[in-house]
């Protein structure tokens, strides 16, 4: 009997041990489908990789951790075949199965990203964060969220926090410049792109924004040079706005030729661009060509009756072929159009001028200038005209600091101005909650003469008060970069050199300012009188997944 007992305990151990063997080779052969999949989607792959997982997930011994790791990479290579649907269902299998991986939650988040919905994406990323909350990429990926919701201001403190996490990464800073230049912080745009671009200087989607950013602060040939640089980079991708972006800083430096031929390869891709017929005609104008702009203006008009730049500017043509009748008819339907336009006002004053009808024409400068304080024909107009220019709209925002006042000539938009800079109109960037305010001005001495620093409250970001600083060139009045000077308790560092400074955010990003270059006075006695220079002319991680789908 013993002996029976001893056999059929035998037998159940051998039976025990070649089931255990069996579901051993099963799950073997289950981490060998895996890995080649692996290797398939290392090598792009993808339709070979989806049939290997299908094939590692048809063993049904294998344990939910590996089904929850193959459904997670099944998931990314449907989405790299475009099958987004199907692979958010994978991605649902893999949380299903094992809920606390948050790469798969960064995952998803970026495949409804794709399908439009950042709503839903943004509880994905959110969760990542919380169960890794150190994963960059996910915040980063939250931030895009928050950007296709309109939320930038939040959207950049997720692209903050993902640059501090991710300092060598060049994406967060590009996501933090784009959130800068939708708040209207075009200098800090430029900042963190430049920062992106040192980074990777094949990143064509930062040139691209910095190039925008840099025509918003009238840096223009910097503009051309970006757009230049993404179209290089990526030139298979037709890009009739960036076309469009790059005439238009062509035409603000008068590059004529160069704008006309960007004008019409921007008209080849879309015969119907309204902007392009409008900007091309102006820049006819500028060169006198006052027929050819007439024309793009008309044509303007005949695929959109009901734009008032296009009458405002073909009433300016007009009215430099002297018939100012003609030309009042075309403004005074701009107006109509839209009332209250500080560029239909400024023409209108001209022909009011033209027809000597000078306290019409003094009534729509003003008005014109009340509108836009940076119009400078305008204001121009008013000097010319023995006027007194107002120095902004609306009531100051606080007392005067050395001469220095804030309005608010619409909402959100501040305008520092001063009596004794009078064409100069400083258009500060908030960082933060509250109203801006003036804290010093100051004047630069020896090399750095003719250098001002107007440093200002910026607002409050729940780290207590910014303060960020407009650097001037007071001999052009022109605002050549504003950088931060404290950020609460932390400041920023200032090194000044020759005819530069080097700025480093309390975040440790540092950012060089070129400064214009000013002429040595001194010689010594046996130099010799130099003839004066001739004017130069200038134009203005989470999971360990190797997969991990870390940036859309």
């Known amino acids: 009997m013993a002996s029976f007992r001893k056999s059929i305990c035998l037998i159940f151990a051998a039976v025990l041990t070649l089931a255990v063997v069996s579901a051993a080779r099963a799950e073997d052969k289950t981490l060998l489908r895996a890995r080649e999949g692996a290797a398939a989607m290392f090598r792009g792959q993808f339709e070979k990789a989806v049939t290997l997982y299908d094939a590692a997930l048809s063993t049904p011994e294998i344990s939910e951790f ?62 990542a964060i919380v169960l890794s909350p150190t994963y960059g990429a996910a915040y980063n990926n939250r931030g895009n969220a928050y950007a296709a919701l309109g939320q930038y201001d939040a959207a950049f403190q997720s692209f903050r926090k993902a640059a501090e996490l991710l300092p060598q990464s060049p994406v967060p800073f590009n996501g933090r410049g784009r959130s800068h230049a939708e708040l209207a912080r075009y200098h800090a745009a430029v900042r963190d792109l430049t920062r992106a671009i040192s980074l990777d200087q094949k990143y064509a989607a930062a040139y691209r924004n910095r190039a925008r950013a840099n025509f918003a602060i009238a840096k223009f040939g910097a503009a051309a040079g970006d757009v230049t640089e993404a179209i290089t980079l990526d030139p298979d991708v037709p890009r009739p706005k960036l076309l469009l972006l790059r005439a238009r800083a062509y035409a603000a430096e ?42 793009d203006y008309t044509r303007a008009l005949q695929l959109d009756r009901k734009n008032a730049k296009a009458y405002a500017l073909r009433g300016e043509a007009k009215l430099r072929l002297e018939t100012p009748g003609d030309a009042l008819v075309d403004v005074n339907e701009a107006l109509s159009l839209s009332l209250g336009d500080p560029l239909a006002l400024r023409i209108r004053g001209n022909i009011y001028e033209v027809q000597e009808r000078v306290e019409d024409a003094i009534i729509d400068y003003g008005k014109a200038l009340g509108e836009d304080p940076f119009q400078v024909e305008s204001r121009q107009a008013l000097i010319r005209l023995k006027q007194e220019v107002p120095v902004g709209t609306g009531l100051p925002l606080g007392e005067a600091v050395a001469g220095w006042v804030i309005t608010e000539p619409s909402p959100g938009r501040y305008l520092a101005s001063n009596p004794d800079y009078g064409s100069l109109k400083i258009e500060l960037e908030m960082f933060g909650a509250g109203k801006p305010q003036i804290l010093e001005w100051k004047l630069m001495r020896g090399a750095l003469a003719g250098t001002g620093l107007l440093k200002y409250y910026a607002g409050d970001f729940g780290e207590g008060a910014l303060e960020y600083v407009a650097i001037v060139d007071t001999r052009v009045n022109k605002v050549v970069s504003i950088e931060p000077k404290r950020w609460g308790d932390k400041a920023a560092q200032w090194n000044w050199q020759a005819v530069s400074v080097v700025v480093t955010d309390p975040d440790g990003q540092a950012n060089k300012v070129k400064l214009r270059q000013t002429r040595t006075r001194t010689r010594t006695r046996t130099q010799t009188r130099r003839a004066p220079a001739k004017p130069s002319r200038r134009g203005k991680g989470g999971g360990n997944n190797v997969f991990d789908w870390i940036f859309r």
């Open 66 to 127: 590996v089904q929850a790791s193959i459904y997670s990479d099944r998931g990314i290579a449907k989405w790299r075949l475009k099958q987004t649907n199907e692979a958010i269902a994978d991605f649902n299998q893999s949380i299903q199965l094992s809920p606390e991986n948050a790469s798969v939650y960064n995952n998803r988040g970026n495949a409804l990203m794709d399908l439009g919905r950042p709503e839903e994406a943004m509880k994905d990323f959110d969760r």
């Open 254 to 295: 008068n590059k004529f030729k160069e704008a006309i031929a960007d004008f019409d390869k921007v008209l080849e891709l879309n015969a119907n661009a309204i902007d392009a017929y409008v900007e091309r005609g102006a820049l006819f104008a500028k060169n006198r060509r006052y027929d050819d702009a007439i024309g």
